[in-house]
């Protein structure tokens, strides 16, 4: 019974990837990008506050990603929810108003 | 006055920056230096269709870039369309058609922008959270673009 509920949790896993993720931050006005691994959960606003943080750049509540194809992510949602994935290839941008 | 060597310098040291950013996203740019300004090439995020954006860098860091839009670098000046939002703030105000961010100095009233509330194109490195930030120009210009990815294409 154990070894099929193990077995059971495996291919959920395999079906929705790993818990984590890990992908690549760079900050627009540098060459150099950090690689971070995340839980595939934790808010966008949450892993963006700490890619500032280690990158040594201040941060505010409009702080967020921007993926590869220019989107700029919401805060608010998971990393899974915007469509980050292993090896996603991010950039820490603001995006609060301005009008 | 920020004499020209000194912009020069600037900008220079932030070229690396700017064209790692450039190569991660399909844009190309050109550093004139003798208007000064920094013209960028690519294709809009939205319709795929010929763009430039130009930042005019003259004054760059005591005062902001002036930032446009063109079909190419010397054409006459295009603005996104209204943005598909998705309820999100835009930095794309229609009236007048101009790029408001602590940014763009043509955002500032004293260059016939909107803005006389935000301490004059001088105060742009020091305003208060909650506008969006972007202190060098590839932060600023990766703003632009995931901003123009929520519209659908150009004026013209």
Redesign the interface.
């Known amino acids: 019974m154990e070894r099929r509920s193990n077995l059971k949790e495996e291919k959920k896993k395999d079906e929705g990837g790993a818990p984590e993720i890990t992908v690549v931050v760079h900050i627009p006005n540098e060459v150099t990008p950090i690689s971070f691994t995340w839980p595939k959960t934790k808010k966008i606003g949450e892993a963006a506050d700490e890619a500032a943080a280690k990158f040594g750049v201040p941060t505010n509540n409009t702080t967020t990603f921007q993926d590869e194809t220019h989107r700029i992510l919401d805060r608010n949602k998971p990393l899974v929810a915007e469509h980050v994935k292993e090896g996603s290839i991010l950039d820490l941008v603001s995006n609060g108003g301005g009008v | 006055m920020v004499p020209i060597e000194v912009t020069k310098a600037t900008i220079e040291s932030?070229l690396?920056?700017?064209q790692?950013?450039c190569t991660?996203?399909d844009w190309n740019v050109t550093w004139e230096t003798d208007v000064p300004r920094l013209v960028f090439t690519g294709k809009h995020?939205g319709d795929n269709s010929p763009l430039c954006i130009i930042a005019k860098v003259d004054e760059y860091r005591a005062m902001p870039p002036e930032w446009t839009f063109r079909r190419t670098p010397e054409s006459s000046n295009i603005f996104p369309l209204t943005p598909q939002n998705e309820g999100?703030?835009?930095?794309f105000?229609q009236n007048p058609k101009v790029?408001?961010?602590?940014f763009n100095r043509l955002?500032y009233k004293e260059y016939s922008g909107p803005h006389d509330n935000w301490g004059g194109p001088s105060n742009w490195l020091n305003l208060t959270?909650?506008?969006?930030?972007?202190n060098?120009?590839?932060?600023m210009?990766?703003?632009i673009?995931?901003?123009?990815?929520?519209t659908a294409g150009m004026s013209q």
């Open positions: 932030e690396a920056g700017i790692s950013y991660r996203h995020p999100r703030n835009t930095i105000l790029i408001c961010a602590h955002a959270d909650g506008y969006v930030r972007a060098k120009i590839a932060d210009f990766a703003v673009i995931g901003h123009l990815k929520m």
